[in-house]
């Protein structure tokens, strides 16, 4: 898509615009399933982006569904995957959101405690139904660790490897629940393949070392993910074709049957699937200096991109421009390193600091590349009320879809010191 193109969609549906392309979400599924071992299932992480036609695009690339929310289930639902096809995973979950998920006909949940194992099986029997569960493990270390680690440590997921193996009587089969493999989850964003794939291989010994240890069932083992992505900044999906010779051979080793179906194994990615099929255009709104320092003022900021940012995790955004003439709120070009800062009425709202940005785009626009991934839904879209980015899926370069996500309050009870008049006035405007 050109920046004339670029233009367009803005002229007709505003700025700040987050722009999703369908073909790239395909061709990721495509690459990542050649890299995993075959066969297995791939599943498709919502929250990176729950748009119900992204995920559509992915359910028809093959790949199924990991919610952890009734929010991603519904719109799983939407985009088409049914119940069976979803994995409802996550530490937390209360009895009504397992009943809402049981109810949408989801049978397999990843398990985190003895707690949560019950609460699933005590849902399951009042609905009637057989839940099959996936006991998530905390492994004893961590291996080849780069990314985000989410095991060997003390951790608020999964059970401790050394506390199933001595205490294995905690996950017997129960009325309504049973439980059927492991679920792994050793790091998030690694993008280093050398370490990702220690870390996959790590969990395939510890998952045979546990089935051993407890006599737990293994009919199913989730490796989990961490295949990588970039993020707000230029670059390409890192390329994984070489995990799948050793990623098979361990499996042969250490759990036989795998290729038969004895053990199903998955894997499951969020970012790497949809991280590059977005971007997110915004209009340059004002350039100032203050003392040494030049700040690049846009109509976005930690609302609509990277709330973390607003935790003190700055992104490494690489604004790209779509054309080279100035807008009409900018009167000449910044020269040297600019501060990136939305409009917010905070000084957390910055998405860069100290960035190179030599030049703007027609009217104004900058594009930031590879947010299709934890961009507006990761963001802090309630925050000073303003109004969410729209967003366009395009197909082939055409667009199928145009949305806004609406925040509004729902009255759940009459509210305290209203008169009735005004209650019902404002019960009828939030039904708008």
Same mark, same amino acid.
């Given at each position: 898509m050109n920046s004339e193109d670029i233009t367009d969609l803005v002229d007709a549906y505003g700025s700040p615009l987050y722009v999703y392309e369908l073909r790239e979400v395909e061709a990721a599924a495509n690459s990542l399933r050649r890299a995993l071992p075959r066969p297995s *299932?791939?599943?498709?992480?919502?929250?990176?982006? /729950?748009? /119900?036609?992204? %995920?559509?695009?992915?359910?028809?690339? $093959?790949c199924q569904a990991e919610i952890s929310s009734q929010g991603e289930l519904t719109a799983a639902l939407v985009a088409g995957f049914t119940g069976a096809e979803c994995l409802?995973?996550? /530490?937390g979950k209360t009895p009504a959101e397992i009943e809402n998920a049981l109810r949408a006909g989801v049978t397999r949940f990843s398990v985190e405690s003895e707690g949560d194992y019950r609460r699933v099986a005590a849902g399951a029997m009042k609905a009637g139904v057989t839940a099959e569960c996936l006991l998530r493990i905390n492994a004893s270390e961590l291996h080849g660790a780069s990314g985000l680690r989410m095991t #060997? *440590? %003390?951790s608020q997921f999964g059970t401790d490897s050394s506390a199933v193996t001595a205490n294995a009587g905690l996950f017997k089969a129960l009325p309504g629940a049973h439980v059927i493999g492991m679920h792994f989850f050793a790091v998030s964003n690694a993008r280093d393949e050398n370490g990702l794939l220690a870390s996959l291989l790590a969990s395939i010994t510890e998952a045979a070392r546990v089935h051993s240890g407890s006599g737990l069932p293994l009919?199913?083992?989730?490796? $989990? #993910?961490?295949?990588?992505? /970039?993020y707000a900044t230029e670059g390409k999906l890192p390329d994984y074709s070489a995990l799948r010779e050793p990623l098979e051979s361990a499996l042969d080793e250490h759990l036989p049957g795998w290729r038969t179906g004895d053990i %199903?194994? %998955?894997f499951e990615s969020g970012r790497h699937l949809v991280g590059t099929c977005g971007r997110l255009v915004c209009t340059v709104s004002d350039i100032k200096r203050s003392r040494d320092q030049t700040y690049v003022v846009l109509d976005t900021g930690i609302n609509h991109? $990277?709330?973390?940012s607003g935790l003190g995790r700055m992104l490494p955004m690489r604004a790209s421009a779509t054309a080279v003439q100035p807008g009409p709120c900018v009167d000449e070009l910044p020269e040297g390193r600019v501060d990136l800062v939305g409009p917010l009425c905070t000084p957390a709202d910055v998405l860069a600091r100290d960035t190179g940005l030599s030049q703007f785009g027609k009217d104004g626009l900058l594009t930031v590349p590879n947010v299709g991934a934890y961009g507006l839904t990761a963001s802090l879209i309630g925050f000073l009320s303003r109004p969410v980015a729209a967003e366009v899926v395009l197909d082939a370069g055409e667009p199928v879809d145009v949305s806004r996500i609406e925040l509004r309050r729902v009255p759940l009870a009459p509210s305290i010191g209203m008169r009735d008049s005004e209650q019902a006035d404002y019960r009828q405007e939030s039904k708008k």
């Amino acid at each position: 898509m050109n920046s004339e193109d670029i233009t367009d969609l803005v002229d007709a549906y505003g700025s700040p615009l987050y722009v999703y392309e369908l073909r790239e979400v395909e061709a990721a599924a495509n690459s990542l399933r050649r890299a995993l071992p075959r066969p297995s *299932t791939l599943y498709y992480s919502l929250k990176a982006n /729950p748009h /119900p036609l992204i %995920a559509r695009a992915l359910r028809l690339a $093959g790949c199924q569904a990991e919610i952890s929310s009734q929010g991603e289930l519904t719109a799983a639902l939407v985009a088409g995957f049914t119940g069976a096809e979803c994995l409802y995973t996550g /530490p937390g979950k209360t009895p009504a959101e397992i009943e809402n998920a049981l109810r949408a006909g989801v049978t397999r949940f990843s398990v985190e405690s003895e707690g949560d194992y019950r609460r699933v099986a005590a849902g399951a029997m009042k609905a009637g139904v057989t839940a099959e569960c996936l006991l998530r493990i905390n492994a004893s270390e961590l291996h080849g660790a780069s990314g985000l680690r989410m095991t #060997g *440590t %003390a951790s608020q997921f999964g059970t401790d490897s050394s506390a199933v193996t001595a205490n294995a009587g905690l996950f017997k089969a129960l009325p309504g629940a049973h439980v059927i493999g492991m679920h792994f989850f050793a790091v998030s964003n690694a993008r280093d393949e050398n370490g990702l794939l220690a870390s996959l291989l790590a969990s395939i010994t510890e998952a045979a070392r546990v089935h051993s240890g407890s006599g737990l069932p293994l009919t199913c083992l989730d490796l $989990g #993910g961490g295949f990588a992505a /970039p993020y707000a900044t230029e670059g390409k999906l890192p390329d994984y074709s070489a995990l799948r010779e050793p990623l098979e051979s361990a499996l042969d080793e250490h759990l036989p049957g795998w290729r038969t179906g004895d053990i %199903a194994v %998955a894997f499951e990615s969020g970012r790497h699937l949809v991280g590059t099929c977005g971007r997110l255009v915004c209009t340059v709104s004002d350039i100032k200096r203050s003392r040494d320092q030049t700040y690049v003022v846009l109509d976005t900021g930690i609302n609509h991109l $990277g709330g973390l940012s607003g935790l003190g995790r700055m992104l490494p955004m690489r604004a790209s421009a779509t054309a080279v003439q100035p807008g009409p709120c900018v009167d000449e070009l910044p020269e040297g390193r600019v501060d990136l800062v939305g409009p917010l009425c905070t000084p957390a709202d910055v998405l860069a600091r100290d960035t190179g940005l030599s030049q703007f785009g027609k009217d104004g626009l900058l594009t930031v590349p590879n947010v299709g991934a934890y961009g507006l839904t990761a963001s802090l879209i309630g925050f000073l009320s303003r109004p969410v980015a729209a967003e366009v899926v395009l197909d082939a370069g055409e667009p199928v879809d145009v949305s806004r996500i609406e925040l509004r309050r729902v009255p759940l009870a009459p509210s305290i010191g209203m008169r009735d008049s005004e209650q019902a006035d404002y019960r009828q405007e939030s039904k708008k």
